[in-house]
């Protein structure tokens, strides 16, 4: 799976790879619909993170809200912490460079989901107006709205293994009407 998942490639129309958020867009925009353009993070680029912090944290406790949100905010400086790499945050700005130019903004969204179907639509973290110096950090916010005490709650209310939930992130033209 390629680092970034962009137009020209059919794993932007599929919804384990990208989330369902980005592949409807994807699809409406396949059918002429005004989604401005857009290129994603593949879920595959944040399994190993996530699986390192939950191996060092361990599973949030699963009873005391108090708890539950010193563990989310534990997780989220280390999802934060770790970032994305050298190679990823190359590859964002020479696809934001393309995208939007050098001297634009986009907005950077996260698409957390799990299984099949069970997304956490208006769970995940969001950005507009994002420069380019800033991306590789609104990404990495974006990685750590998995973790958020809202996700967790969602995700202990439907059951979820933690270790199922994947994020994809989003970067997208701001200004709508441009191709």
């Not at 939950?54 to 949030?60: A, E, I, K, M, N």
């Not at 996260?110 to 769970?123: K, L, P, T």
């Not at 420069?131 to 967790?152: I, N, T």
Request: hydrophobic share 45%.
């Amino acid at each position: 799976m390629p680092r970034l998942v962009t137009a020209d490639l059919p794993a932007l129309l599929d919804p384990s790879v990208v989330g369902h958020r980005f592949a409807r867009q994807a699809a409406l925009r396949r059918q002429g619909f005004g989604v401005p353009a857009f290129f994603c993070v593949p879920a595959s680029a944040l399994e190993h993170v996530l699986t390192s912090v939950l191996d060092r944290l361990g599973v949030p406790p699963p009873h005391g809200y108090p708890d539950l949100l010193t563990w989310s905010e534990s997780a989220g400086k280390e999802l934060r912490a770790t970032g994305v790499d050298d190679e990823l945050a190359f590859d964002l700005r020479t696809e934001f460079d393309r995208l939007v130019g050098v001297g634009g903004v986009a907005a950077v969204r996260a698409c957390v989901f799990a299984g099949h179907g069970d997304s956490f639509e208006g769970i995940s973290n969001g950005y507009l107006y994002v420069p380019r110096h800033e991306l590789a950090d609104r990404v990495a916010d974006c990685y750590a709205s998995v973790f958020s005490p809202q996700a967790l709650l969602h995700a202990t209310h439907r059951g979820m293994d933690l270790r199922s939930i994947r994020v994809a992130v989003g970067v997208q033209r701001t200004a709508v009407g441009q191709g």
